[in-house]
């Protein structure tokens, strides 16, 4: 039996209450969830196991839902796209669309430590004019269908 070293100061309790955390506005929970289980049940329709990640407008996860037999690369590639929609505050999609012809866009996204590389697969997520947060989907043969499963998910569950 191994034993346990004593320690030099037992550990100090942790505070009855802790403060709430200053959360940046996001979409609310419950659809969030709703929207990554309606991408990853599109993709998985179509055969395709994915990861959906919606954030907060601050880019920090609000849901992360990874489908059955999705990789963990497409949890890499989701964070990324959300970085790209953060950045540009269009769809992933037409920022790489234009990186393809421009190459001084393309430098930059290159050169930045966050993304590297724009690929389709997220949008952002917006109540009327009001910047809510990112919609990213990662996983699928092709990121243009990572897309699809994006605006399939959205067309069944309409943000509020």
Do not use: H, N, W
């Not at 100061?9 to 403060?19: D, G, I």
């Not at 009327?128 to 990121?143: D, H, I, M, Q, T």
């Amino acid at each position: 039996m191994l034993a346990m070293p004593a320690l030099a100061e037992p550990p100090k309790a942790a505070p009855a209450s802790l403060p709430p955390s200053a959360r940046a506005k996001g979409p609310p929970l419950a659809e969030s969830v709703r929207l990554a289980q309606a991408a990853v049940a599109a993709c998985a329709a179509k055969g395709y196991p994915v990861t959906a990640l919606v954030t907060d407008s601050a880019g920090d996860p609000v849901v992360l839902l990874s489908g059955d037999g999705a990789s963990l690369l497409s949890q890499k590639f989701a964070p990324i796209k959300v970085a790209v929609v953060l950045k540009y505050k269009v769809p992933s999609g037409e920022v790489a669309a234009r990186a393809r012809t421009d190459p001084a866009l393309a430098a930059q996204i290159k050169a930045d430590p966050k993304i590297g590389m724009a690929l389709p697969g997220a949008v952002p997520l917006k109540r009327g004019a009001e910047f809510l947060g990112v919609f990213a989907v990662s996983g699928a043969a092709g990121a243009d269908m990572d897309a699809s499963c994006v605006q399939a998910a959205l067309a069944r569950v309409r943000p509020r």
